[in-house]
């Protein structure tokens, strides 16, 4: 009985702390509308939502279920939706600004068999598909690679082609740069100013590809006058500087191959970086980089005591710290957060879901010295019906998009069935 006693207390003590740190916060969340995505039990969502804002029009897309959904910020009403096809659903999609594509498979996506996946371009102002391109099957959906002026670069198994963006006709085929298989799979890349960039952590070097073609630069990139540590991914790539993080370790480079900063974190076992960028408005990006930051995780054993909690970096002066779980307020809600964040205007947000009390919380935190600002617990729905598992796709990057105007400035949050736009602002 103790034990289950103990167990509720800390749930009493949670619920307390959400809503007394709610109503006293310095940090106001005001919810200006709310858009129900999934309102049966029955319907399927076949990927996690994920949101992509559009600046210049006032609005945001997003997808859920199989479907395509434009939206109104201002007025948080729908301008349009799109069920591109009854067979297939939107497995992912790209914009640039002006041009909009959608990557399509099988709604009962198959695992051991092959498919015929599509790309489909969208009018951005109606909804309508402009044209659509099956291909051949395979046992590999289609990657939105990058928007270029007249061209749509996708990725599928190994290679890269080059579509003609208004009819879709394949123009070119090109090879990604040949690497070992074992530097492929555990190898990180991304793409700055047309420029293909991919960490090779066996051989310790950086390939350097132009766009679209993927001539090289010459020789790989390798660092001068060090030993780099093993187990980096390359984490960013931006104004000619480098960085390289890994369980241990965090280097700044440059273009020239010279080390800039070469940390250690002698005080941590096991600290985690994200490896991994996402293509937003045509983009490249390292949600978990701000400013001169890069937000992570730690865990370490000292002296037969386990710790463990956040970690922000400062990569241009060669500075971090670290703050363990409860040291920070309701670290330990934080900890089991959706891996998806999102950093904007020096504020850290996270979302943390309590499916079994249809149940999720918008945590925000200054950032970067991760002081509670604000909670706020909205009811969601968490539809048990999916065709496909987590493990297969997991949390997107695309959970929030901010929008800023001369009309209106806030952030938009997709939850599990429901898209919320809130104002926020320092009292």
Same mark, same amino acid.
């Given at each position: ?64 279920? +199989? ?10 009403? #729908? ?8 067979? =297939? ?13 959608? +990557? ?11 498919? +015929? ?8 102002? !109606? ?44 123009? /070119?085929?090109? @090879? ?52 780099? *540590? ?8 931006? &104004? ?7 369980? /241990? @370790? ?13 940390? =250690? ?9 994200? @490896? ?10 390292? *949600? ?30 060669? !500075? ?37 009390? &249809? #149940? ?26 999916? !065709?496909?598992?987590? !493990?297969?796709?997991? &949390? *997107? ?31």
């Amino acid at each position: 009985m103790r034990y289950g006693s103990k167990a509720l207390i800390r749930i009493f003590l949670v619920i307390f702390l959400l809503v007394s740190i709610n109503s006293c916060s310095n940090y106001s969340v005001k919810k200006i509308w709310e858009i129900k995505v999934l309102d049966s039990a029955d319907e399927e969502n076949v990927f996690p939502m994920k949101l992509i804002p559009d600046t210049e029009n006032n609005r945001i897309y997003a997808n859920y279920a +199989s479907k395509l959904l434009c939206i109104d910020v201002s007025k948080g009403s #729908r301008i349009w939706e799109l069920d591109a096809d009854k067979d =297939k659903a939107i497995f992912e999609f790209i914009f640039s600004g002006s041009d909009f594509f959608i +990557s399509l498979i099988p709604k009962q996506y198959p695992k051991d068999k092959p498919f +015929s996946p599509s790309i489909a371009k969208v009018e951005i102002q !109606t909804g309508k598909i402009l044209w659509n391109k099956e291909f051949s099957k395979s046992y590999s959906p289609i990657f939105l690679f990058l928007i270029l002026e007249k061209e749509l670069m996708i990725a599928r198994e190994g290679k890269c082609y080059v579509l003609n963006c208004f009819n879709g006709e394949i123009m /070119n085929e090109y @090879h990604f740069p040949q690497v070992s298989y074992k530097e492929a799979g555990a190898s990180s890349w991304t793409i700055s100013e047309r420029v293909f960039y991919e960490y090779l952590p066996v051989s310790k070097e950086i390939i350097r590809a132009k766009l679209p073609d993927f001539s090289n630069f010459g020789e790989n990139l390798r660092f001068k006058n060090i030993v780099l *540590p093993d187990n980096l991914g390359l984490s960013l790539v931006r &104004d000619g500087k480098i960085l390289l993080t890994s369980s /241990n @370790h965090l280097i700044l480079g440059n273009e020239n191959g010279e080390i800039l900063k070469n940390m =250690k974190f002698e005080d941590i076992s096991t600290a985690e970086f994200l @490896h991994y960028f996402i293509n937003l408005n045509n983009n490249y990006i390292n *949600p978990t980089i701000y400013k001169n930051y890069i937000f992570g995780n730690y865990f370490s054993t000292e002296k037969m005591k386990v710790e463990s909690g956040f970690l922000i970096a400062d990569f241009e002066n060669g !500075t971090y710290s670290k703050k363990k779980i409860e040291e920070v307020k309701l670290g330990e809600i934080a900890a089991k957060a959706k891996s998806s964040l999102f950093i904007w205007k020096d504020v850290l947000f996270l979302i943390y879901e309590e499916k079994m009390k &249809d #149940r999720s919380t918008l945590l925000a935190y200054s950032f970067p010295d991760l002081e509670l600002l604000s909670t706020i617990s909205e009811n969601t729905k968490f539809l048990e019906k999916r !065709t496909l598992d987590d !493990t297969d796709f997991p &949390d *997107p990057p695309y959970l929030f998009a901010n929008m800023e105007t001369s009309n209106i400035t806030g952030l938009i949050v997709s939850y599990s069935d429901r898209i919320i736009f809130y104002a926020m602002n320092s009292k």
